[in-house]
Nanobody, 121 residues
């Protein structure tokens, strides 16, 4: 099993910034893909940004130029720097890890418990 723990959410005003963190644990050798998803009230969960080990990040058009994903492979941690936040960014943000090589094999589709981000207008 792979455990993901997010932190860094909170309440911020329009135009403000937040930095989310997600730490992965569980006898991990290598994490191939780390991503941030978000789910607004009454909406489906959507991809915000992904980071593939050794590859270029991909992101949704809605966060382009405002959100930046980064990772520290030594710490099995992924970050999401969110700038110029808008009320429509209000959502629960979830960390996702996929294709994780552990000492017990490959684990896919792990999710964190989510962290709430609220942007006030």
């Amino acid at each position: 099993q792979v455990q993901l723990v997010e932190s860094g959410g909170g309440l911020v005003q329009t135009g403000g910034s937040l930095r989310l963190s997600c730490v992965a644990s569980g006898s991990i050798v290598v994490v191939e893909l780390l991503a941030w998803y978000r789910q607004a009230p009454g909406k489906q969960r959507e991809l915000a940004e992904t980071s593939t080990r050794g590859g270029s990040p991909s992101f949704a058009d809605s966060v382009k130029g405002r959100f930046t994903i980064s990772r520290d492979n030594a710490k099995n941690t992924v970050y999401l720097q969110m700038n110029s936040l808008k009320p429509e960014d209000t959502a629960v943000y979830y960390c996702n890890a996929d294709r994780v090589l552990t000492t017990r094999g490959i684990v896919s589709g792990s999710w964190g418990q989510g962290t709430q981000v609220t942007v006030s207008s």
